[in-house]
């Protein structure tokens, strides 16, 4: 269950880095609405990785929820934002995603 809300706590924080963006692009009323957005899921996030620190390693369950972070972040940013998607992003992407693989794997919890 730990595993499952660390996932959610790392899509949370792709929600928040895309409300980031979306707030950049926007101004006003729109601005606003994203940066509520922003600190919902910048809240829930942080909630969820304190609760999941409670019993995996901390190093681990930070590392794999930055590496999520940043994972769903450059697809968000790829797909939503339109940036490259060079070669080497996403063979740096691909080894990204194997290292949080490898460390679910390795953990002791």
């Known amino acids: 269950?730990?595993?499952i809300l660390l996932i959610i706590a790392?899509?949370?924080e792709v929600g928040?880095?895309?409300c980031l963006g979306k707030a950049k692009e926007t101004?006003?009323?729109a601005a606003i609405f994203w940066m509520v957005g922003f600190f919902v899921c910048l809240s829930i996030s942080m909630f969820l990785l304190y609760k999941?620190?409670?019993s995996l390693p901390i190093g681990t369950a930070y590392a794999v929820w930055t590496?999520?972070?940043a994972v769903g972040t450059v697809l968000v940013g790829i797909f939503i934002f339109k940036e490259p998607a060079?070669?080497?992003r996403i063979f740096f992407l691909s080894t990204l995603i194997g290292s949080i693989v490898g460390l679910k794997f390795v953990s002791s919890h």
Request: aromatic share 24%.
């Open 67 to 69: 590496g999520i972070g």
């Open 16 to 18: 928040f880095a895309a």
């Open 10 to 12: 790392g899509l949370f």
């Open 27 to 29: 101004s006003g009323q």
């Open 52 to 54: 999941v620190t409670q």
């Open 1 to 3: 269950m730990n595993w």
């Open 86 to 88: 060079t070669f080497w």
